[in-house]
């Protein structure tokens, strides 16, 4: 069978080709999130696009994945943050399912970071603060509480600046329970570090690549 273009195509394109930094899983922050903000840093260093950027895994009611790329908007003791309208589609699949995944690529330093937990409402402040911080022109999207509806070419619409928040704004923290560093190496010798929630704070393991 010939392989086709596509594959030839695949096959040209090299991944992991570094070089890549050194991760030492053994000097490592006691707690995750101060982990995922010394690799944030580097990210940043390292000049990589969008950075914050990440992938939020959901399901459905009938048990099906989803997923999306999303901003991260802050990290603390609560988790990873991101703001989104809670009528969406992926606001919707979590108030069926809080148990949420978040996926993290930086391909220049060739590290992935996974995040497993339950997405957690702030309430009615955080939506407010973090929507007034938005642009006007983002405001004016998130007023029509339209997202991801098909649009009608006679519905084709932008709301003015809103006076007020809308209603399904919201922002989520993703509380972890386990959260996977990920070094990649041009030998193939990965680095993997999982964190796993505990009783009383945090267990590091290191799992085969
Ligand atoms: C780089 C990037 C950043 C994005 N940031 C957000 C965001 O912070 N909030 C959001 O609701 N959608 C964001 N989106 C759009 C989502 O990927 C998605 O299309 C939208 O939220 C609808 O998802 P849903 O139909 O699963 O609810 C972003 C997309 C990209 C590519």
């Given at each position: 069978m010939t392989a086709s273009p596509t594959r030839l195509l695949l096959r040209k394109l090299p991944s992991l080709a570094g070089p890549l930094p050194d991760f030492?899983?053994?000097?490592?922050?006691?707690v995750p999130q101060d982990q995922f903000v010394i690799w944030l840093r580097e990210a940043i260093a390292a000049g990589i696009?969008?950075?914050?950027a990440m992938t939020l895994g959901t399901v459905d009611a009938q048990g099906r994945p989803d997923a999306r790329v999303l901003i991260l908007k802050d990290l603390d003791e609560r988790g990873w943050h991101y703001a989104t309208s809670r009528k969406s589609p992926k606001g919707q699949q979590i108030a069926g399912t809080s148990e949420v995944a978040l996926t993290f690529y930086w391909p220049l330093l060739g590290r992935q970071v996974r995040v497993r937990g339950t997405a957690v409402d702030l309430g009615r402040e955080a939506a407010a603060a973090d929507f007034w911080a938005r642009s006007a022109e983002a405001r004016s999207g998130a007023a029509l509480?339209?997202?991801s509806q098909i649009m009608d070419a006679d519905l084709e619409q932008s709301a003015a600046d809103p006076s007020e928040v809308p209603g399904g704004w919201s922002v989520f923290a993703v509380r972890p329970d386990s959260v996977e560093f990920w070094q990649g190496c041009t030998d193939r010798q990965h680095v993997r570090l999982l964190y796993n929630r505990i009783d009383r704070g945090w267990k590091a393991t290191r799992l085969w690549p």
């Open positions: 030492d899983p053994v000097a490592i922050a006691e696009t969008e950075p914050h509480e339209r997202q």
